[in-house]
């Protein structure tokens, strides 16, 4: 499940950010630091997150969601709350 959650995100991010070199979304890069989106990107990111994988993800916990790896482990573990 990880794996897709993965995918979907990535996919995600690389069309927001109008990232040229998809190989570069890895589950350590950072959002802000390594892929270049500014403070806007991560909140439109994280609505979309929402949206897509029908799920809130209350602000506290956006703010910890730094790297890709968050966003999918966070995802992840919401999905298999939802069962």
């Known amino acids: 499940m990880t794996d897709n959650v993965?995918?979907?995100?990535?996919?995600?991010?690389?069309?927001?950010?109008k990232i040229d070199d998809p190989?570069?979304?890895?589950?350590?890069?950072?959002?802000i630091e390594d892929l270049?989106?500014?403070?806007?990107?991560?909140?439109?990111?994280?609505m979309a997150f929402e949206e897509v994988f029908e799920l809130e993800i209350p602000?506290?916990?956006?703010?910890?969601i730094l790297t890709?790896?968050?966003?999918?482990?966070?995802i992840a573990k919401a999905e298999k709350n939802k069962k």
């Open 23 to 31: 190989s570069r979304v890895v589950k350590e890069a950072r959002f």
């Open 68 to 74: 890709i790896g968050d966003a999918v482990d966070f």
């Open 6 to 17: 993965f995918d979907r995100v990535k996919e995600m991010v690389v069309e927001h950010l």
């Open 36 to 46: 270049g989106a500014d403070s806007l990107d991560t909140v439109e990111l994280v």
């Open 59 to 64: 602000e506290s916990d956006a703010n910890t």
